[in-house]
Nanobody, 122 residues
């Protein structure tokens, strides 16, 4: 089971960025997918997730209203649209998948992609 997170980069405050999480050897729509971020010295933070069968979405307070998670089952990809980016959004972003109900708790996720760096700076 392999996940590939991509789409990170350097942006200015207020800009938008879309991250992608693609699965290469399994059907992602059978799994709940979460997005997480981590900065050095801090714990990994769950910021958004999307359910498998029900497609319910959840957001951390820090990103609610600015970030949107979605699925494209044809492309076997989950996206994280990030708008109105702030310097405090800078982190390495990860996606992960799990069976069952979606949750923002990183400890419950089994399959992880490599991180993609998001830098927000003027």
């Amino acid at each position: 089971v392999q996940l590939q997170a991509s789409g990170g980069g350097l942006v200015q405050p207020g800009d938008s960025l879309t991250l992608s999480c693609a699965a290469s050897d399994f059907t992602l729509d059978s799994y709940a997918v979460g997005w997480f971020r981590q900065v050095p010295g801090k714990e990994r933070e769950g910021i958004s997730c999307i359910g498998s069968t029900d497609g319910k979405t959840y957001y951390a307070d820090s990103v609610r209203g600015r970030f949107t998670v979605s699925r494209d089952n044809v492309k076997n990809t989950v996206y994280l649209q990030m708008n109105s980016l702030k310097p405090e959004d800078a982190a390495v972003y990860y996606c992960a998948a799990k069976g069952g109900i979606a949750t923002l708790s990183p400890t419950q996720y089994v399959y992880w992609g490599q991180g993609t760096q998001v830098t927000v700076s003027s």
